[in-house]
C-alpha cells in the first residue's frame, strides 16, 4: 500500500456514519408527515361521507355519525373515531349536515407525544317541497 492509501483507510466507516447520520432523521421525518397526512385526509374523507350519509330526506345526524366512526374504524384504528358528532346546520341560508371529527395525531412516531386535530364534512340536506 502507498503511504496515501494508508492514510485514507478506513474513511469509509466514517463517511457512511456521517451521511447516516443525516438521512436517517430525514426518512423518519418524510414518514411522519406521511403518516399526519394519512390520517388529517381519511378523517376529512370519513367526515364528508358521514355528511352525505346524513343528508338525504328521513336520514339523521346520527346516521352520519355512526357511518363517519364506521369509515375511521375500517381505515385507521379505532382510537381515532372517538370524538365524532353531527348536526343540522344553516350556512349561507341554505339547510345542511356538518359532521365533526375531533382527534389526536402523533407528532413524533407511533408512540410520541400527540397534537390536536379537528376536521368538519358538510352536505346540503335535503328538505321536502
Known amino acids: 500500500m502507498a503511504g496515501s492509501e494508508r492514510a485514507e483507510a478506513g474513511s469509509a466507516v466514517v463517511d457512511f456514519v456521517l451521511v447516516t447520520l443525516l438521512l436517517v432523521p430525514l ?8 403518516l399526519v397526512l394519512h390520517v388529517r385526509n381519511t378523517a376529512t374523507a370519513a ?39 353531527a348536526s343540522t346546520t344553516v350556512r349561507s341560508g341554505i339547510p345542511a349536515t356538518e359532521v365533526v371529527v375531533r382527534t389526536r395525531v402523533p407528532a413524533l412516531g407511533l408512540f410520541g407525544p400527540t397534537v390536536p386535530l379537528t376536521v368538519r364534512g358538510h352536505a346540503v340536506r335535503e328538505v321536502a317541497p
Open 47 to 85: 367526515a364528508a361521507e358521514g355528511a352525505r350519509a346524513a343528508a338525504p330526506l328521513g336520514s339523521t345526524p346520527e346516521i352520519g355519525a355512526e357511518r363517519t366512526r364506521q369509515m375511521i374504524r375500517a381505515t385507521l384504528a379505532d382510537r381515532y373515531a372517538d370524538d365524532v358528532t
Open 27 to 34: 426518512v423518519l421525518g418524510i414518514a411522519q408527515v406521511g
